[in-house]
């Protein structure tokens, strides 16, 4: 199986930017297609967005698009969320997750493996 620890959340202005990272131990991640989803206080968990296993597609939740970018570097075991022109509403605890599948799973139930998560915090 696959550990994953996220990395890069933190407190941030609107309209700022931060980089998620997402670290991938025990197996090589290029197996799997990599997520990232997000809780906020009170609220289910929501999917943002998805890249495959060789990183040559991705999907993203309307509420990022243009906003968020998912990538991926397989050599180093590594997932990424790039995050600018971030809202208040983009505050949660972002997850990055892996799924022993070829294609770009956007439901919770699809992800195998989850990491601890790291709290954006988002002020106005």
């Known amino acids: 199986q696959v550990q994953l620890v996220e990395s890069g959340g933190g407190l941030v202005q609107a309209g700022g930017s931060l980089r998620l990272s997402c670290a991938a131990s025990?197996?090589?991640?290029?197996?799997?297609?990599m997520g990232w989803f997000r809780q906020a206080p009170g609220k289910e968990r929501e999917f943002v967005a998805a890249i495959t296993r060789s990183g040559g597609s991705t999907n993203y939740a309307d509420s990022v698009k243009g906003r968020f970018t998912i990538s991926r570097d397989n050599a180093k075991n590594m997932v990424y969320l790039q995050m600018i022109s971030l809202k208040v509403e983009d505050t949660a605890v972002y997850y990055c997750a892996a799924d022993a599948s070829s294609g770009l799973p956007s439901r919770s139930s699809d992800y195998d493996y989850w990491g601890q998560g790291t709290q954006v915090t988002v002020s106005s």
């Open positions: 025990g197996r090589s991640l290029s197996i799997y297609a």
